[in-house]
């Protein structure tokens, strides 16, 4: 015992000193919190900012990916768009013919009418007596088997519509060529009005898609675009709301703002205007 008192009572003294340093410098740190609290929260929250923050090869690094991969993403909407804009050149091109077809069922129709008229004052007046003999009625119906044949051959009528003309079914030979005739031309002003109102639909149809192809080659140009360009983004802070005790209460920003890009259509406009390739 008295070997182990030997060997730590020297040191005591350079213990207690220790310790009064270190109960100095408690209270020191104490007395500042009291005195100037500021400044000890500036210089907290400096400390802790730099902390957080991450270093400037950090940065690089991720900037570097970040530019591959918008580089990356940019070229393939880029393909992207020029496919759509290619699609939509090709859509604006059926439409166009679409509408020549329209246009073109309109006048036969107006042509169709025309003659419709025409045959039908004719008929209004009295008819020429002829002879009611075999003859006569073997004419006649020579007569309407070669118009009806004419007019299927200018695809005006449908062969079943020439099968029934040349079978009687629903058709009387024996009438008067006007008649005939007049009955032959309304059968042909109904097939090219069906003809026309089929024509406008497609040409509606194509006007429509057409549009909507112009619309995503329009908003995948955009897209690319702005892959290219983004918007910049407002840097993360850290701040710090106070410092009481023991406990920091910190508040960090709930985000940062993102560019958004959307591929949604614009809406489809009404009208007959001519659509941007």
Do not use: K
């Not at 182990?4 to 270190?22: G, M, R």
């Not at 804009?85 to 059926?94: K, L, Q, Y």
């Not at 097939?191 to 109102?197: G, I, K, S």
């Amino acid at each position: 015992m008295q070997t182990v008192f030997s060997t730590v009572l020297p040191d005591v003294p350079a213990a207690a000193v220790i310790w009064l340093a270190l109960l100095a410098v408690a209270a020191t740190v104490v007395a500042a919190l009291i005195v100037r609290p500021s400044r000890f929260r500036s210089e907290l929250v400096d400390r802790i900012s730099d902390a957080a923050r991450p270093s400037s090869i950090d940065q690089a690094e991720r900037a570097r990916v970040q530019d591959r991969e918008r580089d990356r993403y940019a070229d393939e909407v880029a393909v992207a768009a020029a496919r759509a804009a290619a699609t939509a050149e090709r859509s604006r091109t059926e439409w166009l013919t679409a509408q020549e077809e329209a246009e073109a069922a309109w006048q036969a129709y107006q042509a169709a009418e025309d003659d419709v008229r025409r045959l039908a004052a004719a008929a209004a007046l009295p008819l020429p007596r002829t002879a009611r003999t075999p003859a006569e009625y073997a004419d006649r119906e020579r007569w309407l088997h070669r118009a009806a044949m004419d007019a299927q051959w200018r695809n005006e009528i449908t062969v079943r519509q020439l099968s029934d003309i040349l079978g009687g079914n629903g058709w009387d030979p024996s009438r008067h060529p006007v008649e005939q005739e007049l009955l032959l031309r309304r059968l042909v002003r109904d097939n090219l009005a069906a003809r026309h109102r089929a024509a406008t639909q497609r040409e509606q149809a194509a006007w429509q898609a057409a549009e909507r192809a112009a619309a995503a080659a329009q908003s995948l140009r955009d897209e690319a675009f702005a892959a290219l360009h983004p918007a910049p983004e407002p840097q993360a802070e850290l701040s710090i709301v106070g410092f009481a005790g023991p406990e920091t209460t910190r508040e960090l920003p709930t985000g940062s703002a993102a560019v958004d890009i959307t591929r949604e259509l614009t809406p489809v406009a009404r009208g007959r205007a001519a659509v941007a390739a």
